[in-house]
């Protein structure tokens, strides 16, 4: 079975399925200690790391694909995960490894380690009181709850593709380019076609399949973790319809997913679904092939 190239980031479905695990582990406990090993995951300077030791957890939620861990006294611990950072957790402290390891949060109820794999350091945490949770708000629309017109509004904020407007987190929350695959091949539309060229009834349809996939995932990533922690967090599974199955057969059609590449970003989808049979033109494939680049099903 073929995989993304890279791991995808998590979204909305693995973010909740942290969060459901640490508020079983760590709402109630004291924060003891915050061991910091990487210079550039603190992007705050006041308040300080050790202002928060010695302070009772009050909640745990999500902003956007940011974990936030609410402490007593107005305090929050704010951590993005990017493309590679992710959680463990101990019954124990344990140290921080020297490779990968970013920070550890001891707490009176076990110890959260933060790590990320690559070179590249992107994950991030900021130290906050309420009056600065808003500036690490990206401001999307959270669609549990919302109404199809809001989620209209939030849609055609700004002219982009639907991949691009589904993913954009000012405007729509949680959504990355795993979901947002997922939730086009459920509407059966294509990731290139364009926002404002929708009828109501697709945006009806649109708004109904984003919900569907993203509560389906999101109770799926929580039930699979059981009692746990979650191991092996990314927004991709062998089930998915699209997501990462380039060559594989349409579970719906039989069609074989294509894919579309633009740098490290790869979007899946079905022609026989989602392009009336049309194949997408890559970039980079499309360009060096030319005319002999497939342009339907059937010449692919």
């Given at each position: 079975?073929?995989?993304?190239?890279?791991?995808?980031?998590?979204?909305?479905?693995?973010?909740?399925?942290?969060?459901?695990?640490?508020?079983?582990?760590?709402?109630?406990?004291?924060l003891?200690?915050?061991?910091?090993?990487?210079?550039?995951?603190?992007?705050?300077?006041?308040?300080?790391?050790?202002?928060?030791?010695?302070?009772?957890?009050?909640?745990?939620?999500?902003?956007?694909?940011?974990?936030?861990?609410?402490?007593?006294?107005?305090?929050?611990?704010?951590?993005?995960l990017?493309?590679?950072?992710?959680?463990?957790?101990?019954?124990?402290p344990?140290?921080?490894?020297?490779?990968?390891?970013?920070?550890?949060f001891?707490?009176?109820?076990?110890?959260l380690?933060?790590?990320?794999?690559?070179?590249?350091r992107?994950?991030?945490?900021?130290?906050?009181?309420?009056?600065?949770?808003?500036?690490?708000?990206?401001?999307?629309?959270?669609?549990?709850?919302?109404?199809?017109e809001?989620?209209?509004?939030?849609?055609?904020?700004?002219?982009?593709?639907?991949?691009?407007?589904?993913?954009?987190?000012?405007?729509?929350?949680?959504?990355?380019?795993?979901?947002a695959?997922e939730?086009?091949?459920?509407?059966?539309?294509?990731?290139t076609?364009?926002?404002?060229?929708?009828?109501?009834?697709?945006?009806?349809?649109?708004?109904?399949?984003?919900?569907?996939?993203?509560?389906?995932?999101?109770?799926?990533?929580?039930?699979?973790?059981?009692?746990?922690?979650?191991?092996?967090?990314?927004?991709?599974?062998?089930d998915?319809?699209?997501?990462?199955?380039?060559g594989?057969?349409?579970?719906?059609?039989?069609?074989?997913?294509?894919?579309?590449?633009?740098?490290?970003?790869?979007?899946?989808?079905?022609?026989?679904?989602?392009?009336?049979?049309?194949?997408?033109a890559?970039?980079?494939?499309?360009?060096?092939?030319?005319?002999?680049?497939?342009?339907?099903?059937?010449?692919?």
């Amino acid at each position: 079975m073929l995989r993304p190239r890279c791991h995808p980031v998590p979204e909305l479905p693995e973010i909740e399925a942290y969060l459901s695990a640490l508020e079983a582990r760590i709402v109630g406990a004291t924060l003891y200690r915050v061991r910091i090993v990487s210079f550039s995951l603190l992007r705050t300077v006041d308040p300080a790391a050790e202002s928060t030791e010695g302070r009772e957890v009050t909640g745990v939620h999500r902003i956007g694909k940011r974990v936030a861990i609410d402490l007593d006294n107005d305090l929050h611990l704010v951590i993005h995960l990017m493309v590679a950072g992710r959680f463990k957790w101990f019954e124990e402290p344990k140290p921080v490894p020297k490779r990968g390891g970013l920070a550890a949060f001891d707490f009176s109820t076990g110890s959260l380690l933060l790590t990320e794999a690559g070179t590249k350091r992107r994950a991030s945490l900021s130290i906050v009181t309420d009056a600065g949770m808003t500036d690490l708000d990206p401001g999307g629309l959270e669609l549990a709850g919302a109404t199809v017109e809001e989620f209209r509004n939030a849609l055609l904020t700004e002219r982009h593709t639907l991949k691009r407007a589904l993913t954009d987190a000012r405007y729509l929350s949680g959504i990355g380019g795993a979901f947002a695959d997922e939730i086009l091949h459920s509407a059966r539309l294509s990731p290139t076609q364009m926002n404002t060229n929708l009828s109501d009834v697709e945006i009806a349809t649109l708004f109904d399949a984003a919900r569907s996939i993203l509560d389906t995932w999101t109770s799926r990533r929580i039930e699979e973790t059981g009692e746990g922690f979650p191991e092996k967090v990314t927004a991709f599974h062998p089930d998915m319809a699209v997501h990462g199955k380039f060559g594989e057969p349409c579970p719906q059609c039989g069609v074989p997913i294509q894919k579309i590449e633009a740098g490290a970003r790869e979007t899946n989808y079905c022609p026989g679904c989602q392009t009336s049979g049309r194949i997408l033109a890559d970039r980079s494939l499309s360009r060096l092939l030319k005319d002999d680049w497939p342009k339907t099903v059937e010449e692919l």
